[in-house]
């Protein structure tokens, strides 16, 4: 058994602090669902580096394959908890300002570089830091009450938080994100939707599980292959076109020599549906 095998465990019971986390009957699709309704799920210091170190460590999952994140109660996340975060930030000296800083911005980077895709069900307050977790994830659905708001400058910080000057343009346009991240307003969720910010719009009562049967797609589907589309995705954005074919060759042949491949290809003979084992 070669090394990455050795390091790799199941997550299906993992046990977590400041968020609730289940999976499905064979732990390919896990719900993480930001769980203090009554403050429309803020953030501490405590959830943020949870968060942040189970993303990392999902590199080393042998069972989930996709993840779905959601707010209980009818919202998304509103955000860093105003007593727990705010009020204690007013009060720190510069070097525990920018330790905190840079660990929100790790939690961006675990949620990018994590191999399963994540899919963010947005409904209701989707706020400040709640608003950088949806715009970290790899899809978004919402609900048409979706309401999503990188409301930064309203509390007298700029609107580069989190990557957000960088990822955000990238995903609804320069001139979109510019008035977002000046003006802090909201975007409505059919904004989002036709800004492309959105992938699809559902109604509250189905958000959950659609983006879960969407997960479950793409768990189901060839994940191996699905980890490189997301790691090119990311490293794409700093290459010239010459570095960008190449790089997606390389990607291409490696996807090539797996046993998924030859699988597709097989079923695809028999008239069947691929099982793909991500090997």
């Avoid at 699709?29 to 930001?34: D, E, K, N, W």
């Avoid at 001139?175 to 989002?192: D, H, I, K, V, Y």
């Avoid at 292959?225 to 700093?238: F, R, S, V, Y």
Wanted: glycine share 8%.
């Amino acid at each position: 058994m070669d090394t990455m095998r050795e390091t790799q465990r199941p997550f299906r019971d993992y046990a977590a602090r400041h968020f609730r986390w289940e999976t499905d009957h064979d732990g390919r699709v896990a719900t993480l669902t930001l769980d203090r309704p009554d403050k429309k799920n803020p953030l501490t210091f405590e959830s943020y580096a949870e968060l942040r170190d189970l993303f990392r460590d999902l590199a080393h999952a042998s069972d989930v394959r996709a993840v779905v994140l959601v707010g209980a109660g009818g919202n998304f996340c509103s955000g860093g908890d105003v007593f727990e975060i705010i009020e204690p930030l007013t009060r720190m000296a510069m070097p525990d300002l920018l330790a905190f800083t840079r660990m929100t911005g790790d939690l961006v980077k675990a949620i990018r570089r994590c191999p399963q895709p994540v899919i963010a069900a947005v409904d209701g307050v989707c706020a400040g830091a709640g608003a950088i977790l949806a715009m970290a994830s790899d899809l978004r659905l919402a609900t048409p009450a979706a309401r999503t708001a990188f409301l930064f400058t309203r509390v007298g910080l700029a609107g580069a938080d989190m990557g957000a000057c960088g990822i955000l343009p990238r995903l609804i346009g320069q001139g979109r994100a510019a008035e977002l991240l000046f003006t802090g307003r909201a975007m409505s969720a059919q904004e989002g939707h036709a800004w492309g910010f959105y992938n699809a719009l559902h109604e509250s009562s189905s958000l959950l599980t659609q983006a879960q049967v969407l997960a479950r797609s793409l768990a189901d589907g060839p994940w191996f292959a699905h980890g490189i589309t997301k790691t090119m995705l990311n490293q794409e954005w700093a290459m010239g076109l010459e570095e960008m074919i190449e790089s997606e060759a390389q990607a291409q042949a490696i996807c090539m020599m797996t046993k998924d491949f030859r699988r597709a290809f097989e079923a695809f003979a028999a008239k069947a549906k691929p099982a793909f084992e991500g090997d």
